[in-house]
């Protein structure tokens, strides 16, 4: 068991300073290389799959809110199979549960590209595939959080959550890009298709990972006796619970606002070629934003990452209230920069402070509290913006961004948790 240090025993002098790894330290491990490689391969392919989807529901009614019930449905799919991945994550080796998740979603996006390539898409089948894909993404989420710190040894851990997110935001510029091309040129169908081959590449890429077991319980428990002992785990640490809390508002809004309204607002105003440029803008940003996260010493770490969250409300501001392509691009790239200060201060958090034998089921409840509200974010935000309007809706998604980081930055625990100290000691 890993102990939590109290915020009042932290002090504010450093330990004798050690050698700091290089930032492409992770690199030398190959069983860390090929799960960099696999992720990113799907990432690039996920990329452009919101911009596929959004604009093959958009094709087919040209309605708001049976965009937001494709994409909530399979949010929906994805928060109430999480904690089982969790368990599974747990209980069975994480990289087999992996390439059995990527080969789900590669049958289920190839089902969604075909049947919207021959003209047979319908919103009944939309909705049910992307149900299986939200299943297939909720068995694997646990599992590629959860195994990163098995594959690179303790002291690089920051520079590998930094590097792992590096490549899939790297992928995730070229695959929005490549996203908006294919919709506005051979459409959406085709964006799915390549969807799917990534999620098979990516499958197959991680069959080859191998990482040392963990240390099976002397006694099999339930499913279920699993699941309280992640709770209690994941509930007894103030400063999860507080952020996941705050993401739970944070992503709902920010899904119904880029996923549901941004299309929407895309196609009035700019176009949809342009709307997947904005979004590859915001993972150039992340790549930056990577890049520096990979270098940072700070002495709280998740506090300094939870400070960043302020940003998160910039680019639907500016989508709201200047809907022109600069400033959106502007917006996005300083968005995702932010973003990545958080990420990897989180990941890096996470890993420091749960013990490994139970950290894919912390991690589920994590996933779950931050996804809890996605559904009702989409589902919710084309209704909204039909009562209220577009414009409207977008400035109180950007205040109530803004509401949730203030109250995650109340809590003294956040402010306060010492970031471990290893041989990327601080100054």
């Given at each position: ?106 049958l ?49 851990r ?45 499958g ?33 640490r ?17 899904a ?8 929407v ?8 070629k ?32 939870v ?55 912390v ?39 803004g ?25």
């Open positions: 068991m890993t102990d939590i240090i109290p915020p009042s025993t932290a002090t504010d002098e450093a330990p004798e300073e050690a050698p700091r790894p290089g930032v492409l330290a992770p690199l030398r491990y190959p069983m860390f290389r090929l799960l960099v490689a696999g992720r990113t391969v799907t990432m690039a392919g996920n990329a452009v799959a919101p911009i596929a989807l959004a604009f093959a529901v958009l094709d087919l009614t040209g309605s708001a809110r049976d965009l937001g019930i494709v994409v909530g449905v399979r949010s929906l799919a994805n928060v109430v199979f999480i904690l089982f991945g969790g368990v599974i994550a747990d209980r069975l080796p994480r990289q087999l549960i992996m390439v059995g998740a990527s080969t789900l979603a590669c289920t996006q190839a089902a969604v590209a075909t049947t919207v390539l021959t003209g047979t898409a319908t919103l009944p089948v939309l909705i049910g595939l992307s149900a299986v894909n939200g299943i297939a993404t909720a068995l694997s989420f646990p599992a590629a959080s959860a195994i990163v710190p098995q594959t690179v040894p303790a002291e690089v920051q520079q590998a959550n930094a590097i792992n997110r590096l490549g899939f935001n790297s992928a995730m510029i070229a695959g929005a890009g490549l996203g908006g091309l294919l919709v506005a040129t051979v459409g959406p169908g085709w964006g799915l298709a390549v969807d799917a081959a990534t999620f098979g590449i990516g197959l890429l991680f069959a080859f990972v191998r990482v040392p077991r963990l240390a099976a319980p002397a006694q099999r428990k339930s499913i279920f006796t699993d699941l309280r002992i992640g709770w209690a785990e994941f509930i007894r103030t400063w999860l619970w507080v952020v996941v809390a705050g993401f739970c508002v944070i992503n709902a809004v920010l119904g606002s880029l996923m549901v309204l941004g299309p607002v895309a196609d009035a105003e700019f176009g949809r342009a709307w997947g440029l904005v979004l590859a803008m915001e993972t150039a940003g992340m790549v930056l934003g990577a890049l520096l996260a990979m270098r940072v010493r700070v002495k709280r770490f998740l506090f300094y990452g400070l960043w969250c302020f940003a998160d409300l910039w680019l639907i501001l500016a989508l709201g209230i200047t809907p022109q392509v600069v400033p959106l691009l502007i917006a996005s790239f300083a968005v995702g920069f932010a973003v990545e200060q958080f990420s990897v201060a989180w990941e890096t958090t996470m890993q420091e402070h749960v013990p490994a034998d139970i950290l894919a089921r991690y589920s409840y994590d996933m779950l509290g931050s996804f809890l509200a996605l559904p009702i974010g989409q589902v919710a935000a084309g209704p909204i913006a039909e009562h209220f309007g577009v414009r409207q809706t977008l400035i109180g998604a950007a205040v109530l961004c509401l949730a980081t203030i109250a995650m930055l109340l809590s003294r625990d956040v402010r306060h948790l010492p970031h471990k100290l290893t041989a990327s000691s601080i100054d």
